[in-house]
């Protein structure tokens, strides 16, 4: 049987959208299960859920734990290399669909997916330097967005199978950690990538629900920079579009100093743009204070110590 991409998406996504730190649960039907779950009576439907959720298991997208006996499979969290792979495979999916009816822009995709447009431009940058896909590239307000993209070889080969894509993504993994800093022994530090668990002295997150806060954050800032004024704005949106592509792909061998000084940067625009609106006679204090706030709680979920992203006036407490 061959693995289906969209079946897939559809598990993890079941993972991703659930509220509760229970797992995700699916059963033939035909078992006493002491807690929420979806039954599968249908046969050929429960096979296909389970060789696919298998694929889940096997590729380490997920932590998947098997019921036994043939009764189904618990589903407790994506892993952060599920994450990449399910957004990813969206997009994919998403350019598959409306490609051939000239709708699969940078603003089609984010509106089909219902995700934040700076995260898809910076996947399908991903995607492009990848040879998945192909697409024309413009500037709006000095930033590059792209307009309707195609499939390429690769793109439609990892469609057909799904493995093809995680072999992409580990080969990625490992390039950006073959020079990374091993943690030391008296830290039992396990080494990760940025949107993994680190412990130790290494930087990361905690699970993939920290992963989708990231992303609420980033997608508030950018609400907040865009009404700062325009040297400000443009200060600012080089520092978090320098920050979001690290994030995804995973370039620094130490992250943390570099995310603590775009961090700071933001909070120097921040203030900066607070005193030019102030001094044309507009207030900004409210939203100065939450985007600064804003920018604490991304360094805190990015591992960063807040003495790296905290101006000297502040350390001061001026």
């Given at each position: 049987?061959?693995?289906?991409?969209?079946?897939?998406?559809?598990?993890?996504?079941?993972?991703?959208s659930?509220?509760?730190?229970?797992?995700?649960?699916?059963?033939?039907?035909?078992?006493t299960?002491?807690?929420?779950?979806?039954?599968?009576?249908?046969?050929?439907?429960?096979?296909?859920?389970?060789?696919?959720?298998?694929?889940?298991?096997?590729?380490?997208?997920?932590?998947?734990?098997?019921?036994?006996?043939?009764?189904?499979?618990?589903?407790?969290?994506?892993?952060?290399?599920?994450?990449?792979?399910?957004?990813?495979?969206?997009?994919?999916?998403?350019?598959?669909?409306?490609?051939?009816?000239?709708?699969?822009?940078?603003?089609?995709i984010?509106?089909?997916?219902?995700?934040?447009?700076?995260?898809?431009?910076?996947?399908?940058?991903?995607?492009?330097?990848?040879?998945?896909?192909?697409?024309?590239?413009?500037?709006?307000?000095?930033?590059?967005?792209?307009?309707n993209?195609?499939?390429?070889?690769?793109?439609?080969?990892?469609?057909?199978?799904?493995?093809?894509?995680?072999?992409?993504?580990?080969?990625?993994?490992?390039?950006?950690?073959?020079?990374?800093p091993?943690?030391?022994?008296?830290?039992?530090?396990?080494?990760?990538?940025?949107?993994?668990?680190?412990?130790?002295?290494?930087?990361?997150?905690q699970?993939?629900?920290?992963?989708?806060?990231?992303?609420?954050?980033?997608?508030?800032?950018?609400?907040?920079?865009?009404?700062?004024?325009?040297?400000?704005?443009?200060?600012?949106?080089?520092?978090?579009?320098?920050?979001?592509?690290?994030?995804?792909?995973?370039?620094?061998?130490?992250?943390?100093?570099?995310?603590g000084?775009?961090?700071?940067?933001?909070?120097?625009?921040?203030?900066?743009?607070a005193?030019?609106?102030?001094?044309?006679?507009?207030?900004?204090?409210?939203?100065l204070?939450?985007?600064?706030?804003?920018?604490?709680?991304?360094?805190?979920?990015?591992?960063?110590?807040?003495?790296?992203?905290?101006?000297?006036?502040?350390?001061?407490?001026?």
């Open positions: 049987m061959k693995y289906d991409l969209n079946a897939i998406i559809d598990i993890l996504s079941k993972v991703e659930k509220d509760t730190s229970e797992p995700f649960v699916f059963t033939n039907g035909l078992v299960y002491g807690g929420p779950h979806l039954k599968i009576h249908e046969q050929e439907e429960f096979t296909k859920m389970c060789h696919n959720t298998l694929f889940i298991s096997d590729y380490g997208l997920a932590d998947v734990r098997d019921l036994g006996d043939n009764w189904g499979f618990a589903i407790n969290h994506i892993k952060p290399i599920g994450n990449k792979f399910l957004k990813k495979a969206s997009i994919l999916k998403a350019i598959e669909s409306g490609q051939s009816i000239g709708k699969s822009s940078e603003k089609d984010a509106e089909a997916l219902n995700l934040n447009p700076h995260i898809i431009n910076t996947y399908l940058r991903h995607l492009i330097s990848k040879c998945f896909i192909i697409g024309p590239e413009f500037q709006q307000a000095g930033k590059p967005v792209y307009g993209c195609v499939l390429k070889g690769d793109g439609e080969t990892a469609l057909e199978d799904p493995s093809f894509l995680v072999e992409e993504l580990n080969m990625t993994n490992n390039i950006n950690n073959f020079n990374a091993v943690a030391s022994v008296g830290n039992q530090g396990t080494q990760t990538n940025v949107a993994g668990v680190v412990e130790g002295d290494q930087i990361g997150t699970n993939n629900k920290n992963i989708d806060e990231i992303n609420s954050l980033i997608g508030s800032l950018r609400e907040i920079i865009e009404r700062f004024p325009e040297e400000q704005r443009e200060d600012a949106e080089v520092e978090i579009n320098a920050l979001e592509a690290e994030i995804i792909e995973q370039k620094k061998q130490d992250p943390k100093e570099f995310f000084r775009r961090l700071k940067k933001l909070v120097g625009a921040g203030t900066a743009a005193v030019t609106i102030a001094s044309g006679g507009a207030a900004f204090t409210g939203d204070n939450t985007f600064t706030d804003n920018v604490l709680e991304l360094g805190e979920k990015l591992g960063v110590p807040i003495e790296l992203i905290q101006t000297e006036q502040q350390n001061k407490g001026v």
